[in-house]
């Protein structure tokens, strides 16, 4: 694997008391952000896509492969909602599909995980629905580029 997506969920509706953080599912925004940066993978669609079992990010990855359908189905990863980026981080060395692969979760875990890749601190973090593409090359991980699907922007460098 050479490329890797990090998608966060897009924008939920808030907890209650009647709604557990677990069960949290979409706004009609956030499944629009969520379409909108769907569109932007498919130029490069992922061969798969892995979710955090909560609702909101199962939704988000739903979207995605309905538009940008991955060669498997997609599947869950635990560490992806409890926020173990070492457990995070050896599923990555470990897959073995072909292509880019598309990893949906939640901040802070989105943002720890790419200062971890990275080995940098200098990070803005993760907004809903954004992806964060990093490159796989000579042994360390690179930063890409960042869509952002609220403002349709991409950010191609980090801040110095």
């Known amino acids: 694997m050479t490329k890797l997506y990090l998608i966060r969920h897009g924008e939920a509706v808030d907890a209650a008391p009647e709604v557990s953080d677990g069960s949290r599912w979409l706004t009609a925004r956030g499944r629009e952000e969520t379409v909108t940066a769907a569109k932007h993978l498919r130029k490069h669609p992922p061969g798969a896509i892995v979710t955090s079992p ?55 875990t989105l943002s720890r995980l790419v200062v971890s890749l990275l080995k940098t601190d200098r990070w803005p973090g993760v907004e809903k629905s954004a992806v964060v593409t990093l490159q796989h090359k000579d042994g360390s991980w690179r930063f890409e580029g960042m869509f952002v699907p609220r403002t349709e922007s991409t950010v191609d460098r980090l801040p110095d």
């Open 54 to 108: 909560l609702v909101r990010a199962v939704q988000t990855a739903e979207i995605v492969a309905e538009r940008c359908p991955p060669d498997g189905p997609v599947t869950v990863l635990q560490a992806l909602a409890t926020g173990d980026v070492g457990a995070i981080e050896r599923y990555i060395a470990g897959w073995k599909g072909e292509g880019r692969l598309a990893l949906v979760g939640h901040e802070p």
